[in-house]
């Protein structure tokens, strides 16, 4: 776990449809906001089908877009859709990928909520490399941070040992750089 202006930010190994402390999980969703396989699959049955009658009435979604909705029968009020980038085929991912953090966190953000739990967007089934798609990630949360007013606590869930290293790993590294810099 770091701080950084008074937001925490931490990784935890986990199944993200079981953050009860938190206000906002973000669904790694498709651009139809359907029920599918992992992350999606996990939150929409968790959260039962008024979740995906909700999801119909903002669905298209571009990639990088966000949108929210209530969490339902999920232990958090509310879940933010995302499109996350198939990394093969997008020409620029890291930027689409940037997209879907800095979005999600400002949409929680002016709806006032403190504190949001994000999975590794783009990592399964969109095949973007876990290493770099860790990199991306932070550091557009760390580049968002100054902009943010509620939120408090950043969390990434992470489902496997392997991504949850990772992902910890880069979280100090980038952490540590940016420290350097200030």
Known sequence: MVKINNIEIECV?????????IDVIVNAANKYLSPGGGVAGAIHKKAGP????????YAPINTG???ITKGYNLPNPYVIHTVGPVYSEEKNPAEKLTLCFK?????ADNK???SIAFPAISTGIFGYPVEEASE??????????PELKSIKLIRFVLFDE??????????EEL??????KS
């Open 162 to 171: 392997k991504t949850y290293s990772i992902f910890a790993q880069k979280l």
């Open 13 to 21: 190994k986990g199944d993200i449809t079981e953050q009860k402390d």
């Open 50 to 57: 008024l979740l995906y009658e909700e999801c119909k009435k």
């Open 112 to 114: 006032g909520l403190k």
């Open 65 to 67: 877009e966000a949108v």
């Open 136 to 145: 991306v990630s932070i550091k557009a949360v760390l580049e968002t941070i």
């Open 175 to 180: 952490t540590k750089k940016n420290e350097r």
């Open 103 to 107: 979005n999600s966190l400002k949409l």
